[in-house]
């Protein structure tokens, strides 16, 4: 049931009452090339998206997957979910002041699924027929039935038919899209910096799911060359809140007099979400981790215990499931019979620890020499036809070097992969670090340009479509996907498909964690680690609610203080 009934007033997790003045300053390393976040080419900001270009409904921040109506006033579908139809609202206004209509809904789901991106073509695809039905109203027959599309087709950013050319579209452009958002783009210095204007006349100030939300007049987007400049810019007040991900930074980094007098506060707020999988991602599509035992060996020469005591300050805790910290996790669970049978056609597809819920990533003696792990890892490799001669693996067949290159975009993820370097080089592994821009970073993952990439997939309590983006066989090709390792495994396509259809609580859970067995059992990651909190600083003169979000505080909930 929804948490919050018809006629509600607001979110929880905002302030009602917030003032609606002055500006918000965030910062980001980095670079974009685009403003348009709906299309493959190009580095958009990624505060486009939601500011600028709404969806039929507006979902919950306090709540596993829930909508609410937002260009849509009410949703109606069957038992069975095999269509959905939306009814606008008649004030729905784009911000140029023209009525959204359901020929813009219409034109953004053919536009988005002709041209979007691989998410969007996805999930549009699955729709067999998208009409018109009176005056405001809109249906989708979907192609089969489906427990999460029309939520999907419920989040689907509408554009205006008028102000959007489809012929252009899918090139790179500093002209934002034409939405009906809570703002619009002001000044563009490419590659720099964005502002966002409040929006004349914002048509949904007043609903209740925009309550609390969009305070400011005004939104700044910073972009810096690299972390540390990014530090350096916010203590001294260049940007007003920072979200702190690097342990040492966090114990130290923040004695300052700004934070000794008051004016900069740090917070630990807390998250009930799946904690993000961050990993170091090795790209299958590559003859040499096409082999498990390669990857296996990279995985057992990983020493988490020495980096997180020398580099993290013992902080982090290892991550070892992608549902981390929460029910939908298989770690530390034996499988139910409800999943040993989803996973019966895959005998070969869950490791026997896996399935008993007694795996856990390798565990050394913290002193970054760890004989035992090494000696294993050799195992492995030499099992998979390499050998080390004169302190270098050597491929038994051909002679060549097992030389990987490992991409990374930030300096934080350069000191990481070097003191990995280091780690894998006592098994005579030569990995080349290649640190690039961020343009160049983001390009190279898109297109699967790499041998090894850091990646981290952030998950919900309700996952659903986007894991086939994530893990299905059939993103493995198409540029633009999140399946970075080029994952084709037939019981992952079968346990999302398997977690699509579930009706009831139970039968979902046992699904997803399904879903978990395999996707750890594939090794195509070295596991790294999370943060337990999600770690705050912030300028005191922006304010913010005291109840976080299920993700933790958001940006547009907060308040200029002064």
Known sequence: MPLYEAGFSHYRSVNP???????????????????????????????????????????????????????????????????????LDPAARFSDGTPVSPEDVLFSYELLRARGRPNHRSYYGKVARAEQIGPHGIRFTLAQEDRELPLILALMPVLSKHATDWNSFENT???????????????????????????????????AVNRGLYNFDTLRYDFYRDVNGLFEAFKRGLYDIRFETDPGRWKTGYDIPARRDGRIVLEDVGTQTPAPYSAL??????????????????????????????????????????YENSELSARNRSASETERALLAPFP????????????????????????????????????????????????????????????????????????????????????????????????????????????????????????????????????????????R???????????????????????????????????????LFHTPDQWLARWTKVARPQTPSLSGTLAETWWDAE
């Open 17 to 87: 009452d917030a003032p609606r003045r002055g500006r918000l300053v965030q910062g980001a390393v980095g670079t974009f090339d685009s403003l348009n976040p709906f299309i493959v080419r190009g580095t958009p900001p990624p505060f486009i998206r939601w500011n600028i270009v709404e969806s039929l409904m507006a979902r919950s921040p306090d709540e596993a997957f829930t909508v609410y109506g937002l260009l849509a006033r009410s949703i109606e579908t069957d038992d069975a979910r095999s269509h959905v139809t939306f009814q």
């Open 173 to 207: 452009s500093f002209t934002a899209p034409l939405g009906s958002g809570p703002y619009v783009c002001g000044e563009v210095k490419p590659g720099e910096s964005v502002v966002l204007r409040r929006a004349p006349d914002y048509w949904g100030r007043d609903l």
């Open 281 to 322: 991602v090795f790209n299958m599509r590559r003859p040499v981790f096409a082999d498990n035992r390669v990857r296996r060996a990279m995985v057992e020469l990983f020493d988490f215990e020495w980096i997180n005591q020398q580099l993290y300050f013992g902080v982090y805790t290892r991550t070892a499931s992608f």
């Open 348 to 487: 070969d597809a869950v490791l026997p620890p896996v399935m008993e819920g007694t795996w856990q990533p390798p565990v050394s003696d913290g002193s970054g020499r760890d004989r035992e792990r090494l000696r294993t890892a050799l195992g492995l490799l030499d099992a998979a036809g390499w050998h080390l001669v004169d302190g270098v693996m050597i491929d038994k067949r051909d002679g060549a070097l097992l030389r990987p290159e490992l991409v990374v975009g930030t300096k934080d993820q350069e000191r990481l992969a070097l003191a990995y370097q280091r780690m894998v080089k006592r098994a005579g592994i030569d990995l080349v670090i290649r640190l690039v821009d961020n343009v160049q970073f983001e390009t190279r993952k898109q297109n699967y340009d790499y041998d090894i990439v850091p990646y981290i997939w952030d998950q919900s309590l309700s996952p659903g479509n986007e894991q086939a983006f994530y893990f299905g066989s059939e993103a493995a090709d198409q540029p633009g996907t999140r399946n970075f390792m080029g994952l």
């Open 489 to 527: 495994n037939a019981a992952a396509d079968a346990m999302i498909r398997a977690l699509l259809a579930a009706r009831e609580r139970e039968d979902f859970i046992a699904a997803v964690r399904a879903l978990d067995r395999v996707l750890i059992s594939a090794q195509f990651s070295v596991p």
